[in-house]
């Protein structure tokens, strides 16, 4: 559990979270801190007029009681002028009152303590050598805060028998005052507190009609808009602000719905616009996707998706190498040419290659890479994209042998038309002549006739094969009797054989039938026998047998032929791969095509090579007498 934060940050996020208490807060601090400011001075002349005030009272009692004084050292009454001292030192205001003589000495005073001390003082100097009564306030440890008035007493000429001539003693002594300055600073500081206390009021006051306006003016409408943009922040791109007037709030707000407008009209055309990019590359059949620098995949379509066998939202978004290639990093560049590391960041411009993705069984398909590089705008910068497209070659190969089949469909159509009727004919006629003549020619003619109609009948059964070659592929399976369906085939290839000097050596054990496509099972043989006898160009014998085994049932095709390579046996069943050995142009197309059927059949294939002396392709089927 994180700790609680402190009173003063909570204090700080409380006030940060609100306009309105960062405005009244800083403007009312700002009227305080003004409000201080002009206190002081305030306050300080206030406290030097009640100063002034007291010392002019202060010096009117003083000229009272230093005529009294005079008037009784003139007498000579001692005893009375110490009377007077001391009553006046019992009034309420006054701390003490003492008379210094030249020499600063106390020689009367209300505090008795104070006798013969001497109070020679900055004031008392001054006051001696002015000869002018002099007024202050006075902070000593000795006596504490006092207002001191000092007056000095001036020789006079009944008094110059005792103090001598006037012109050497100007000045008796000096009347000393002592005023509790306790009521001034309490009356100082008390008008002080009531100034502060009115000011603090007018503070408040002024507050609260900034707040309330600044809510009414600011704050509220400022709420509305700040609703708005939240609104359109969570994707509410109808939202508007509705205010009065036109101050810069309300222009705020009126500029907010316009933005608002606009930005909703621009989303609508950019849907309309990535509609029509998504609905443009979906109807291009091959698989394309846009991967950024970074190998995420930006953009896919629905044929991509297809060969990879994942749903669009799994696909965009994701690195490109998890759904080709069911990788968790990227593809090893320096074991692939890989277009992203090409075209990105060697700065290349297009690419063509060959690749195999992975689909959704987790079985190989071959793929024909087209890339190309395009520089986007993404987020503001220019960030290299690779748009790819992808051509599943086994469909193209698929695509490939239908139009290998049409070809084939239209020659069997010729065939039947211009070959297959008229034998026929002929068959019919000679099968009606040869009963005419039975009883009346010899034998031997006979003979003749039978040849004659064995030969056209074979023709029919060569005809009728390349029929059934030519029949389109099916996923309704039929039973097929291999014992059957291979001979035939081979009849085909017997001429195209014997022109390449190989001899077909058959074993064909009766009572082999499997579950297939009998179209698919023709055409498998069509091209395991041509790969063979293409891979013999000096002659040799193609040996083809059937054998029953562990419940299955292997067709087995062996040539004498020059062999495959080790390097190229993991290639050998890729679309559009060709090392033919007689140096003729293949499409590459032909154990492309097997790979395709077996997996239509539910068949599996295996393949070994020497180079230098053939190949054996192995083909294994279920025995559809065997299962249950």
């Known amino acids: 559990m994180s700790p609680r934060p402190p009173a003063l940050a909570r204090l700080r996020a409380w006030i940060?979270?609100?306009?309105?208490?960062k405005l009244v807060l800083s403007i009312g601090g700002l009227m305080f801190l003004v409000s201080t400011i002009f206190l002081i001075p305030v306050s300080s002349y206030y406290h030097a007029r009640l100063v002034a005030e007291h010392t002019r009272a202060s010096m009117q009692i003083n000229r009272l009681l230093q005529a009294a004084l005079e008037n009784?050292?003139?007498?000579?009454?001692?005893p009375g002028l110490q009377s007077i001292i001391d009553k006046l030192g019992e009034q309420a205001d006054i701390s003490r009152v003492m008379i210094l003589n030249p020499d600063f000495e106390v020689r009367f005073s209300t505090d008795e303590t104070l006798l013969n001390s001497r109070l020679e003082a900055d004031i008392t100097t001054k006051a001696l050598r002015s000869q002018s009564p002099q007024t202050e306030l006075v902070h000593s440890a000795q006596f504490g805060a006092v207002l001191r008035s000092v007056n000095p007493v001036h020789n006079q000429q009944p008094c110059s028998v005792c103090h001598g001539p006037l012109d050497e003693h100007p000045v008796n002594g000096l009347l000393v005052v002592d005023y509790d300055s306790g009521a001034i600073q309490a009356d100082a500081l008390g008008s002080a507190l009531k100034l502060a206390g009115?000011?603090?009021?007018?503070?408040?006051?002024?507050s609260l009609g900034i707040w309330f306006a600044l809510v009414r003016l600011v704050i509220t409408p400022l709420n509305a808009v700040a609703t708005g943009t939240r609104a359109l922040a969570r994707g509410e791109y109808n939202a508007r602000v509705a205010l009065r007037g036109t101050d810069e709030i309300a222009q705020l707000g009126a500029g907010f719905n316009t933005m608002s407008a606009r930005l909703r009209a621009s989303l609508a055309q950019l849907r309309e616009s990535e509609t029509f990019l998504q609905a443009l590359i979906d109807a291009i059949p091959d698989g394309i996707r846009v991967i950024d620098a970074d190998y995420t995949i930006l953009k896919a379509n629905v044929a991509y998706c297809a060969q990879v066998g994942q749903p669009m939202a799994q696909v965009v978004g994701?690195?490109?190498?998890?759904?080709?290639?069911?990788?968790?990093?990227?593809?090893?560049?320096?074991?692939?040419c890989c277009p992203v590391e090409e075209l990105c960041q060697r700065d290349n411009r297009a690419l063509t290659t060959t690749d195999t993705h992975l689909a959704a069984d987790g079985s190989k398909v071959f793929v024909e890479l087209s890339s190309a590089r395009v520089d986007m705008e993404i987020g503001g910068e220019t960030v290299p994209c690779v748009v790819e497209s992808i051509r599943n070659l086994d469909e193209q190969a698929k695509i490939s042998q239908q139009q290998r089949l049409s070809e084939i469909g239209l020659l069997a159509a010729g065939v039947a038309h211009e070959i297959y009727n008229p034998l026929s004919s002929i068959d019919l006629g000679l099968t009606a002549l040869q009963s005419e003549l039975q009883a009346h020619e010899d034998p031997r003619t006979l003979d003749y006739f039978q040849t004659?109609?064995?030969?056209?009948?074979?023709?029919?059964?060569?005809?009728?094969?390349?029929?059934?070659?030519?029949?389109?592929s099916s996923d309704l399976h039929t039973l097929v009797s291999l014992d059957e369906v291979v001979p035939e085939v081979l009849a085909l290839l017997r001429f195209e054989a014997e022109q390449r000097g190989v001899t077909i050596s058959p074993?064909?054990?009766?009572?082999?039938?499997?579950?297939?496509?009998?179209?698919?099972i023709r055409m498998l043989m069509v091209n395991l026998a041509m790969n063979a006898i293409h891979a013999m160009p000096e002659g040799g014998v193609l040996r083809v047998t059937l054998a029953r085994k562990a419940g299955k049932i292997v067709l087995t095709v062996t040539d004498q032929g020059v062999g495959i390579a080790p390097a190229d046996l993991g290639n050998i069943f890729m679309p559009?791969?060709?090392?033919?050995?007689?140096?003729?142009?293949?499409?590459?197309?032909?154990?492309?095509?097997?790979?395709?059927?077996l997996k239509r059949n539910n068949a599996v294939i295996s393949v070994d090579s020497t180079l230098g002396k053939g190949s054996r392709f192995g083909v294994s089927f279920n025995d559809a007498d065997q299962e249950g």
């Open 16 to 21: 940060g979270a609100s306009l309105q208490r």
């Open 72 to 78: 009784a050292m003139l007498k000579r009454d001692i």
């Open 198 to 206: 009115l000011g603090f009021l007018v503070i408040v006051a002024v």
């Open 318 to 336: 994701t690195p490109c190498y998890v759904s080709s290639h069911a990788r968790s990093t990227p593809c090893e560049h320096t074991m692939v």
């Open 452 to 472: 004659i109609r064995t030969e056209i009948q074979n023709c029919i059964k060569i005809t009728d094969s390349l029929l059934l070659l030519s029949a389109p």
């Open 507 to 520: 074993t064909i054990p009766k009572g082999l039938r499997i579950l297939a496509s009998d179209s698919d």
């Open 576 to 597: 559009f791969w060709s090392r033919r050995a007689d140096s003729s142009t293949g499409r590459g197309l032909g154990l492309s095509i097997v790979r395709a059927i």
